[in-house]
Structure formats: C-alpha cells, structure tokens
C-alpha cells in the first residue's frame, strides 16, 4: 500500500515539475481587431485619454487608470503609434501596448500586446499561467468593443454618416442673392414657386427640397434652392434645370436639430471626408425634410445633409 502511495506521489511530482518546466518564464497576452474606420479616428480614441470615456466598456478609475471585469489597466505614455500601458489582475501585472496601423484605406489594425515574468513559486507559477487565457478573453471582448464603437459613424463623428447614390439627378433650381441671413418664409416663398413650375410643366416633386446659404465675396447671402423632379422641364425667370450624375456618391448626414446644429454636422463632415480622403466635385445642401416654416420648434427639424463625393 505504501509502495503505491509512493507511486502516486513521486507521478504526481514528476507531472507538477514537468508542468513547471512548461510553463514559460514569460508570460504574454496578444489580441488584434481590424477595424473600418480611418487612422485618425483611431487615433483620436485612443491615443486621446478623454477618448477611451466614450468606447471604454468597464469602469473609468480616473484619467489613467480603467477597470474591467477586475482587470486594471493603467496607461503609462502615449505615443504616435497608441498606448503603452500596464495590465493588473490580482498579483499578476504585465506590461505592453495597444498600438494601431493602417492596413489599407479606411481599414485599421490595433494591436495589443503585455508581457510580465511568472513567478518563481511552483504553485503560484501555474495559478498565474491559468489567468493569462483569461486576460485574452478580457481583452479581446475590449478591442471587440472599440472596434463595434468606432465602426459606428455616430459614435466616431457625432451623426450618423453614410453613402447613398443619387436616385433623382434632375433638379430644378434657382439662385436669389440677399443682404441679410434669409427667413424660412422667403425660403420656402422661393420653393412654392418651383413647386408651381414644375406642376404646370407636369413634372412631379421626387424629393425633399434642397438649400444651399453662403456667404459671397461682397458680403451677400447666395441662396440656392432646387427640388428633385422626375423628368426636366423648361425653365422660366431665374430658375434653371442642374443636372447631377445619375448613380453617383452622396455622402449623407442625418441630423436632428436648429441651424446651430446642422452648422457643427456640416464641420462634422468635412473632418469625415478629410479623414476619408473623400473630394467633394459640387456644392453640398441640406434637404428639408422638416417644413421649417410650419415648425417653428427648431430642435424638431429633421435635416439630411449631402455632400457629391468621389
């Protein structure tokens, strides 16, 4: 009997040692994600500690330091290329990085990679060892998470932003020049009339109308205003027929809210087509999809911006 004991004992040994020697002195995490979005987008939410308040899915400790599920991560230094940072669960810490790279137009690599020596103590060596799988789950659930985040141009930008194409390219248009930042009643004055024209021409309205307001060189207000038309008619007065390309790229912005609002998703997308590399080859407008001069409530303007692109 003790003779077996001793078998059981000494194959136990051999198999704790033989574990032991296994295991590396090393211990390292890494995790990878592509994510569609620009390097600057990427940049701006990671490298930017305000930034990971927004896409973090765990606990923000305070500037530095962020918790998830009992893991703390500590960012030690921001670099071009990410963060270096520490990752602590219980008495295991490594040390490493969450780094970016574009890996072609619009798609991002982000890397993470931390290592730390295992401990010297049989016992805790091998307990550490079983926590390094699950601070790989831990992490990739964190990159998963910044990578559905990001991949959301609502979050990235503010609005959502997307590509349509140009389903009604014949627009019937009109350019009245003013002084003065023009009033919904002139505006919409302005749509009733190309609404009329194109009714007695028995051309049909296929859209919302379209407004473009800028300011000219000498101070004036241009205001461009056209409504889709299914087919083209011929123009009278200061209106005109514009042709756009059948089929072509819209960038398109949905925003919900008064002139302050559409300002800043205008400045929104242009850092989205700059991020992008994106060209615009015509003038960008808003379409009215709200009456604004029966809505008198600006914050209940519904409002989609487009800009051509290629």
Do not use: C
């Not at 703390?72 to 780094?99: A, D, H, P, R, Y």
């Not at 949905?254 to 994106?278: C, E, Y």
């Amino acid at each position: 009997m003790k003779k077996i004991i001793l078998i059981v004992l000494a194959s136990a040994l051999v198999i704790a040692v033989g574990i032991y020697f296994i295991i590396p002195s090393k211990l390292a995490v890494t995790n990878q994600v592509t994510i569609e979005a620009s390097d600057v987008i990427i940049s701006r939410f990671l490298i930017q500690k305000k930034g990971w308040d927004k896409w973090w899915p765990g606990t923000r400790i305070n500037d530095d330091q962020f918790s998830y599920n009992g893991v703390l991560f500590q960012i030690s230094k921001t670099t071009n290329s990410g963060v270096n940072l520490s990752i602590q669960k219980n008495n295991l810490k490594l040390n490493g990085e969450i780094s970016y790279l574009p890996h072609s137009v619009d798609m991002v690599k982000v890397s993470l990679y931390a290592a730390g020596e295992s401990s010297t103590n049989p016992i805790q060596k091998v307990t550490n060892y079983t926590k390094i799988n699950d601070l790989k789950d831990q992490t990739a659930i964190i990159l998963h998470h910044l990578k559905i985040f990001l991949e959301d141009k609502k979050n990235a930008y503010g609005y959502k932003i997307y590509i349509n194409k140009i389903e009604y390219p014949i627009l019937l248009t009109t350019t009245i020049t003013s002084e003065n930042y023009p009033d919904m009643q002139h505006v919409y004055e302005t749509i009733k009339e190309l609404r009329k024209l194109a009714k007695v021409q028995g051309a049909k309205e296929k859209n919302f109308p379209m407004l473009n307001i800028h300011k000219t060189d000498d101070k004036q207000y241009e205001i461009n205003l056209a409504i889709p038309i299914d087919r083209a008619i011929t123009p009278t007065g200061k209106s005109y027929i514009n042709n756009m390309v059948q089929g072509g790229n819209l960038l398109v912005a949905d925003v919900k809210g008064g002139p302050n609002t559409i300002s800043n998703a205008f400045a929104q997308v242009r850092i989205f087509m700059k991020d992008h590399r994106l060209i615009s080859p015509a003038m960008p407008f808003e379409s009215l999809v709200t009456d604004r001069y029966a809505e008198k409530d600006t914050a209940k303007w519904i409002t989609k911006i487009y800009y051509p692109i290629f």
